[in-house]
């Protein structure tokens, strides 16, 4: 249930013992296709007695081309995504402790999860996603940030980072940016830039970040 009196979606893979740790996976533009819950499952399989919740910010609508994708992302609403969010912490519960990761425009939301999750946040993971550029939100963030950055991003590009780490220092936020000589997408197979030694390298390094703040 979210707030706005509508339903969310996800796909959730619950940890195998009670737990308070959750996992909100963010998807790209594409929407909650196969490969995003294919990167749940490696999450869930690799971070121990975690809950993982891939949430479908895109109401169950999934994208096949670029024009679709566009179109996809181009319509979404930031109220009813932050509905979405809101409606999965609340299903998570008052005690869950959050942690989040998301790629492309995934990776934006991964950031607004874990500020809405306030104190419950644990740690942002952001594959070239859009930061928040308010420094009065910021500065109620809890979670540390991995920013996960391929230098070669026309999209996401040095301002953007370069933005962000003032923001982040001013806000006396932590702030990790882990930076790549690659393109955008470069962690999705499907993209001509997929780049598997920084993929694997960029998911070893998210894991060991994450863990040290899911326990």
Known sequence: KTPDGKEGYGYEIKAKKPTNAYLFVFHEWWGLNDHIKQEAEKYYSTLGNV??????????????????????????????????????????????????????????????????AGASARGCVMYYGIPEDDVEKIRDLFAPILFIWPKQDKWVNKDVVTKLQANMANSKKDLKVLSYEADHAFANPSNPKYNKEFAEDAFKKSISFLKKRLK
């Not at 994708?69 to 005690?95: D, F, H, M, Q, T």
């Open 51 to 116: 809950n993982v919740i891939a949430i479908d910010i895109y109401d169950k609508r999934v994208a096949t081309t670029r024009d679709s994708a566009s179109k996809y992302a181009g319509s979404l609403k930031a109220e009813r995504g932050e509905a979405i969010i809101k409606g999965a912490l609340n299903y998570a519960g008052e005690k869950a402790e959050i942690a989040t990761v998301g790629w492309c425009l995934g990776g934006g939301y991964s950031m607004r999860a874990s500020l809405l």
